[in-house]
Each structure stands twice: as C-alpha cells, then as structure tokens.
C-alpha cells in the first residue's frame, strides 16, 4: 500500500467511530451533552434502519433538582434542514415524550442530575433512513424554548462508497494538506438521473463547521460517480488533538499542572500551550472525550465537575477570535467556549467546568465574519496528522419529498 494513503472500504452493515452531527446548548446548566451508538463512547450516532441496536443521549443538569424533560424528533434533510414530513411518516408513537431515566449525582462537589434517553424507545420507533433532530425542552418552564438539540442518522445502506484519503493533494504534496477522492457505486440500484439525486456529504473529525455538501462528481463511470481531483475536498491537516486528563482532586493527571480546591468547587490547571511550529505523533481520539473517573466506578453519577482552566500563550490574533474546539464543546463557535486575551500575560485564557474524564482539544482561530475555523494560527498543518473522514450519501428520486440515507463509508487517514 503506497505510504501516506489509507483507503479504507468497509462492509455497509458495520458502523466504525465516526462523525457526530451538530449538537447544541441553549442554557448554562446543561452539560456533557453526548450522543453515540449504542452508548459507546466513541462509536458514531448512525443507527441501521430496522437494527437491534439505539442512539443513546445523555446530559448532566447543574441545577441538581429534578426537571421534566421532553424531547421531540424531526426528520431532516440532507443539510440539517426540517424535511417538513408528518411525524407520522417518519416515526410511529407521541410528538412530544418525557425523558424518564436519570439519576442524582453521588459524592460529588458540583451536584447535577444525569438524563439519559435511547432511542428507539417504547415511545418511538423510526420509520425511514436520513437525518434526524432531537430537540429536548424543559416541560417545568414555558415549554417553548429548547435547552439543546443533537443529531443522529438512521442508514438504509443500499450502495457502496469507496474512500480515499491522501497527502498528495492538488495544490501541495507532502506539506499542509489532505485531499478526499471517492466513488459512489450504484449497481443493481435503480436511480434515473445520478447526478441530481445522489448528494454526498464529506467530514473531517466530525467538525460540521468545515463540512463539504453540494458537490458535483468529477466524472460518470457505468454505475459509478467518480468525485476526484476536487479542490473543495482538500482540507487543511492541522495537527495531532492535543489531550488531558481530569481523574483525581487532588493529584495533576494527563497535561494537568495543578490541582486545587476554591470552596465549593474544584479546579484543574493545564499546562500552558503554545501554537504548534511542528508535527507532534500522539495517539489522540481525533477530538473525542471519555467520561470517567479515578475509580472508574458509576461514571455518569459518581464523577465530579472541575473547572478547567486553558492558557495559550500566543500574542493578540487580530481579525477574529480563538475558540476551544472538539466534542468537549460540541464543536461549536459558542461564546462559551470563546477564549479572552490577557494583555497583561500576552495569553489567551478560558475556564470551563468539565466532567472527570479522558479530553482531546484544540485551538480553532475564526476569523470575522467567517465560519470555518482554522487550525494554521495555533496548531499548524501537516500531512503527517492522523485524521478520520466520513462520507454519506443522500439520496432523493424526482418526485420525492426527504431525503434517504443510502450510502456511508469512514476512513482513517494514517501517515
């Protein structure tokens, strides 16, 4: 196999880790929203249509008392928008269901309670592949403003994606860059116009802000779509997530410098950052966390929240704003997760309170007015860094009113 190309083709009915949808929170007391496959910590939320298996979601309230949560289901289209059906046509049971499983934090200075919601569930069974939207509301306020949303996919695999990730890309070889060539294979597969109906997705790290939609094919095969030699499939490398551990209160674990109590509350101290001006091997979970603690015992209730403190040491980035980045912040540009400058350290600061766990990061610079975040500023780019791409493919005939997904495929970019 040529060095510095991983193609990776895998059978349709096994999901590996993968992407993870746009997930968002609208309230400051909402925490460690996670949504995986069958509660695996890293397997990505794509569900097989008709399976045995779930999508479990799970969050912690800081407010400690109990609250009835509702949750609601929407089917999407292949951009995340409402696909405008009936519920009934994509889901059987209620529009409007209250989350019944959770539990009390125990022995923990931060008291919150842990929701945890599988679907399907007694209540819901899915109907059709595609997109799907959970939006989850507080039923003890107004019920009318939600207090976060997160995303799964149901797959109804019925073509092939073969994926190829490599450094030798279109506008640079060896240097900063990683390009996605894939096919899309349509045998025995009944579609009239493949261009139009077909619509792939590409990710990078299940990053939604630096996704790839719209995309025409480079060339027609006999039953196959060819997307090669594609500039907007070239993405920037970055470098290794950086990591920490956050598993005792009172000894530094994994790139933790200090350790300390400030009644009420923990707090843990990184070691100062620095932008990157080289390729650094680490065997990262390409922005993945793990929730546990010390004694890993009783993970989502027996694990404290400590108030993390970041410092990159960088001077003042003009023109836009530095954001801690990865599933830790949902990989959201949320003012949350935006980092101050400190003109008197000549450093960029941020505390946030996290859950005892297992953390990757990095440093994402948006610049005005712009929405993709870049990794040259703090990180750099380098062919060398191990990166997970995921395609989808959408599918809707003429006449159709959603969109199916038919197609999926994940690869590991691996130098």
């Known amino acids: 196999m040529k060095k510095g190309i991983w193609s990776l083709i895998l059978a349709m009915t096994v999901l590996q880790p993968s992407m993870a949808q746009d997930s968002k929170i609208y309230v400051k007391n909402i925490k460690t929203l996670q949504t995986t496959l069958g509660g695996q910590w890293d397997a990505a939320p794509i569900l097989l249509l008709g399976g045995n298996n779930f999508i ?3 969050f912690d309230d800081l407010q400690h008392s109990y609250v009835h949560y509702t949750y609601t289901i929407t089917h999407c289209d292949a951009y995340w928008n409402s696909s405008e059906l009936l519920e009934s046509e994509y889901m059987t049971g209620f529009s409007s269901n209250r989350i019944e499983d959770y539990g009390q934090s125990m022995n923990t200075q931060m008291e919150y309670n842990h929701y945890m919601l599988r679907i399907p569930n007694d209540d819901v069974e899915l109907l059709i592949s595609g997109n799907y939207r959970v939006t989850v509301y507080n039923d003890d306020g107004d019920g009318d403003e ?8 149901v797959l109804e695999p019925m073509i092939g994606v073969d994926l190829e990730v490599t450094d030798n890309t279109d506008i640079d070889a060896h240097a900063q860059h990683q390009q996605v060539n894939f096919n899309i294979n349509y045998a025995n597969f009944r579609v009239i116009n493949p261009v139009d109906e077909f619509k792939p997705v590409v990710y990078q790290n299940r990053r939604p802000d630096n996704r790839v939609e719209g995309l025409q094919p480079t060339y027609l095969r006999s039953n196959q779509l060819v997307y090669t030699h ?3 499939l070239i993405f920037p490398a970055g470098n290794e997530y950086r990591r920490f551990e956050i598993l005792d209160e009172y000894q530094p674990t994994m790139h933790v410098e200090e350790m300390e109590y400030f009644d009420p509350y923990y707090h843990a101290t990184l070691f100062v950052d620095k932008p990157r001006r080289n390729y650094l091997f680490d065997k990262d979970q390409d922005g993945l966390y ?3 603690n010390g004694d890993n015992i009783d993970s989502e209730t027996e694990s404290d929240y ?3 403190h970041f410092t990159l040491d960088t001077p003042l980035l003009g023109n836009g704003e530095v954001y801690i980045n990865g599933n830790l912040t949902n990989n959201q540009f949320d003012e949350a997760y935006r980092m101050t400058y400190n003109p008197i350290d000549h450093c960029y600061e941020a505390v946030l309170p996290l859950k005892q766990g297992s953390y990757n990061y990095q440093y994402l610079f948006v610049r005005d007015g712009e929405t993709v975040g870049s990794t040259a500023e703090a990180e750099g780019n ?4 191990e990166n997970e791409y995921t395609v989808l493919v959408y599918h809707r005939p003429f006449g159709s009113r959603y969109d199916k997904l038919i197609g999926y495929q994940h690869a590991i970019f691996s130098y």
């Open 56 to 58: 479990e979601i799970s």
């Open 146 to 153: 939600p207090v976060l949303e997160t995303c799964f996919c």
């Open 230 to 232: 594609n500039r907007r």
């Open 290 to 292: 793990y929730v546990r």
């Open 306 to 308: 400590f108030y993390t």
């Open 382 to 385: 380098f062919y060398q860094t």
